[in-house]
């Protein structure tokens, strides 16, 4: 026999119990707890809180959730159960430039990201090699102004049919209509190509080259209809000095970039984010 993993997320009003009241419906039904986190939002009193646990063989997790429903409704609790078992699957999007895509697509390979990719789409060719290397489906959704709204349904479709758990826009170049960010909201990652909001739109490290920076970054965030001001995961920094060239900087830049986004999505695979209005709650 073998136990079972689940992640179960919350979030409440603060109150006193509801560690207690939880952790002991965990143990009624048999789980044993592997990780915890929990924090406490003073300024809006908002409490939340992840828990690794693995459970007998044979539980589910609507099994699961029917035991913790006591202590949902008397704490008005925000409940979430995932399956460890289940591998999420995801929809990576790029447009030209590729670094980010291809090292999501190795630590994918390595394993430090668990995840299955359902397809990669592209308002471009560039990336249909590489699909057809890996053996992933290759979606060529060209925009338009005139056809936007019919490939954001068509991205839409996929979603749906696939199951998809996360859309990665991986130095994806088009911004998404309100509609779509709405329409998936919490479900989209976007890599920005700056340590937000500095230096927004076209060729941000040649600005940051022209302003003389001593620190450049990347931030990635979800997607929200407000152009890049998403719930912010997570950022990085990198000193530099006179002595790189603009596209030195592009080269550092990649560079962060890639290893940002790819923690993020590691991030919510995991289930390690919580929404908390306009920031984030990830515990690590």
Do not use: C
């Amino acid at each position: 026999m073998s136990d079972q993993t689940f992640i179960l997320t919350l979030s409440a009003q603060d109150r006193p119990g509801i560690v207690a009241a939880v952790t002991t419906e965990l143990f009624e039904a048999g789980a044993n707890i592997a990780e915890s986190a929990q924090f406490w939002d003073r300024q809006t009193g908002r409490f939340f809180m992840r828990i690794a646990f693995t459970a007998p063989e044979g539980a589910s997790r609507d099994a699961l959730e029917r035991q913790l429903a006591p202590a949902a409704q008397r704490f008005e609790l925000k409940i979430a159960i995932t399956d460890l078992a289940r591998v999420p699957r995801i929809v990576i999007m790029v447009s030209k430039f590729d670094h980010a895509l291809l090292h999501l697509l190795y630590q994918i390979k390595v394993g430090w990201l668990r995840a299955a990719v359902v397809a990669i789409v592209s308002n471009h060719e560039e990336s249909r090699k590489t699909a057809e290397d890996h053996g992933i489906p290759f979606r060529h959704l060209p925009v338009t102004k005139e056809t936007k709204a019919a490939q954001e349904e068509a991205i839409l479709k996929l979603v749906r049919e696939n199951d998809v758990d996360l859309v990665v826009l991986a130095r994806y170049m088009q911004v998404l209509s309100d509609n779509l960010s709405r329409r998936l909201a919490g479900k989209v990652i976007n890599i920005h190509h700056s340590f937000l909001p500095s230096f927004k739109g076209a060729k941000p490290y040649h600005q940051a080259h022209e302003r003389g920076v001593k620190l450049i970054g990347a931030t990635a965030h979800y997607v929200t209809a407000d152009l890049d001001e998403g719930p912010i995961i997570e950022q990085e920094t990198e000193r530099v000095t006179h002595q790189l060239s603009a596209d030195d900087l592009v080269a550092v830049g990649r560079d962060i970039e890639s290893r940002v986004l790819a923690r993020a999505v590691k991030y919510h695979l995991e289930n390690r984010i919580m929404l908390n209005g306009s920031k984030t709650v990830v515990f690590l």
